[in-house]
């Protein structure tokens, strides 16, 4: 048998504050026992679950790996307008005139990930 991805791993410098931010863009939850203060915070959402750990280095250049995300019940503006009012910054606006494309944004902490376009936008 295969190994699964259990969760993806993000070292940053204040794991419970980056935790709500991202429960909050992928409705999802921070683990029971987590808060404030804590070095490691979890997040759970339907089909994903991103561990947050605090270290000491400070994020110093672009990702190697990120996440895609794919709004399920909005267009991909409305969900680039919803993560901005969280918390997020555009990095890179990749929109295309015909509809087409994607916006790199960036955590609190400046992590990239992009938002591209719902199921429904590609049909």
């Not at 993000?10 to 935790?19: I, K, P």
């Not at 307008?81 to 400046?110: C, N, Q, Y």
């Amino acid at each position: 048998m295969a190994s699964l991805v259990r969760h993806i791993t993000v070292d940053c410098s204040d794991a419970y504050r980056l935790g709500q931010f991202w429960a909050a863009v992928l409705d999802g939850s921070l683990a029971d026992d987590d808060l404030p203060g804590d070095p490691e915070a979890l997040v759970t959402a339907p089909g994903s679950a991103l561990l947050f750990v605090t270290v000491p280095d400070a994020k110093s250049v672009k990702n190697r790996v990120h996440v895609d995300l794919q709004p399920q019940d909005r267009t991909r503006d409305e969900e680039v307008e919803r993560i901005l009012a969280l918390g997020a910054t555009v990095v890179g606006d990749h929109r295309r005139p015909d509809g087409t494309g994607w916006v790199t944004l960036a955590d609190p902490e400046g992590n990239e990930f992009c938002v591209e376009r719902s199921a429904a936008e590609r049909e």
